[in-house]
T-cell receptor, first 113, second 115 residues
Framework: AQSVSQHNHHVILSEAASLELGCNYS??????LFWYVQYPGQHLQLLLK??????LVKGIKGFEAEFIKSKFSFNLRKPSVQWSDTAEYFC???????????FGTGTSLTVIP | GAGVSQSPRYKVTKRGQDVALRCDPI?????LYWYRQALGQGPEFLTY????????KSGLPNDRFSAERPEGSISTLTIQRTEQRDSAMYRC???FGQGRNTEAFFGQGTRLTVV
């Protein structure tokens, strides 16, 4: 079975600080990788996704993630966070043949103005 | 509609009652997923459908939980004889489906509270 690990459970940063959230997955085959964001009181929204090609993926709001196949990782980064980035961030994976999406336990990010 | 729609948004029920949660996926989406999310946790898989066929129900915690999607569109998740431990956010998602690289689109969720 596939699984997803997010090592940072709670992160607190000041505005303009750089962000990196870790995500590792376990699956031997080809996968699709995702980062979802959940702002307070809202539903899960897609931040960015990787299917194939360039392992450095750029998403909305200045976020990017890098797929490193040898490390089974898909870490999320942003060079300068804003207060509005305060949210819960979830990494997810599914096999590219389809079937269910597996989610990590999430990382709560708080950005202090 | 434009997105995944779930109803009701909030449901408070007494222990022992049955509840039915509804999900209306994005039109044309083949796959439909049900997840449960406890506070401070990530979405936990319950079950999913391709069209009307339930492909995987391994995540349903016990036989009080069931789901159907009889016409391959709207789905209902039913919890019988609810217990307090069933309290959670229940999320539905849909995607274009198997064999196509696509993300899951989520609804607003149903917050279930069993008292």
């Amino acid at each position: 079975a596939q699984s997803v690990s997010q090592h940072n459970h709670h992160v607190i940063l000041s505005e303009a600080a750089s962000l990196e959230l870790g995500c590792n997955y376990s699956y031997g085959g080809t996968v699709n990788l995702f980062w979802y964001v959940q702002y307070p009181g809202q539903h899960l929204q897609l931040l960015l996704k990787y299917f194939s090609g360039d392992p450095l993926v750029k998403g909305i709001k200045g976020f990017e993630a890098e797929f490193i196949k040898s490390k089974f990782s898909f870490n999320l980064r942003k060079p300068s966070v804003q207060w509005s980035d305060t949210a819960e961030y979830f990494c997810a994976v599914n096999a590219n043949t389809g079937n269910q999406f597996y989610f990590g336990t999430g990382t709560s990010l708080t950005v202090i103005p | 509609g434009a997105g995944v729609s779930q109803s009701p948004r909030y449901k408070v029920t007494k222990r022992g009652q049955d509840v039915a949660l509804r999900c209306d996926p994005i039109s044309g989406h083949v796959s439909l997923y049900w997840y449960r999310q406890a506070l401070g946790q990530g979405p936990e898989f319950l079950t999913y459908f391709n069209y009307e066929a339930q492909q995987d129900k391994s995540g349903l915690p016990n036989d009080r939980f069931s789901a159907e999607r009889p016409e391959g569109s709207i789905s209902t998740l039913t919890i019988q004889r609810t217990e307090q431990r069933d309290s959670a956010m229940y999320r539905c998602a849909s995607s274009f489906g198997q064999g196509r690289n696509t993300e899951a689109f989520f609804g607003q969720g149903t917050r279930l509270t069993v008292v």
